[in-house]
C-alpha cells in the first residue's frame, strides 16, 4: 500500500554533513521524497512534538539536543512506507542495529542516533501535520 512518513535527519547528522547521504539512502530503497525543509527547531516546537515524552527523564535532554542544531524535515512515500523507513534506519540503539542500517552507520549513540521516523500509519500523520501543511505535500 502508497504510504506517506514522517522523516527527520537529526542534528548530529546535519553537522557532520551527511544528509545527502541519507536521503540518497532513502531513494535509493524506493522511498521518495515529497516534501523537505531544513529548519532549526525551537524549544517550544521540540517540546511540542514530544509531548508524549514530556513525564519521561530523558524529555529535557531530547529537547536540548534536537534543538543544537538544524534539522532535515522530511514526508517520505512509497510502498509500505512507514515500516520501509524504519527498516532502513535501524534499531533505536545503534548498538542493536542490524549492518548497514542508518544508525549502525552514522549513528554516534543511542540519544544522536541520526534519524528519527514515524512508527505507525498514525504517528505519520500526526508528525506530517505538525511540520508541513497540505500544501506542501507533493504526491505522484
Known sequence: MLETTFSIVKPDATKRNLIGKIVSRFEEEGLCVRAMKMKQLSAQEAEGFYAEHR????????????????????????E????????IMGATNPA??????????????????????????????????YFFSGIELYNN
Open 55 to 78: 513525564e519521561r527523564p530523558f524529555f529535557k535532554d531530547l529537547v536540548n539536543f534536537m534543538t543544537s542544531g538544524p534539522v532535515v524535515l522530511m514526508a517520505l512515500q512509497g
Open 80 to 87: 509500505g512506507a512507514v515500516l520501509r523507513n524504519r527498516e
Open 96 to 129: 542493536d542495529a542490524a549492518e548497514g542500517t542508518l544508525r549502525k552507520l552514522y549513528a554516534e549513540s543511542i540519544e544522536a542516533n541520526s534519524v528519527h521516523g514515524s512508527d505507525s500509519a498514525e504517528s505519520a500523520a500526526r508528525e506530517l501535520a
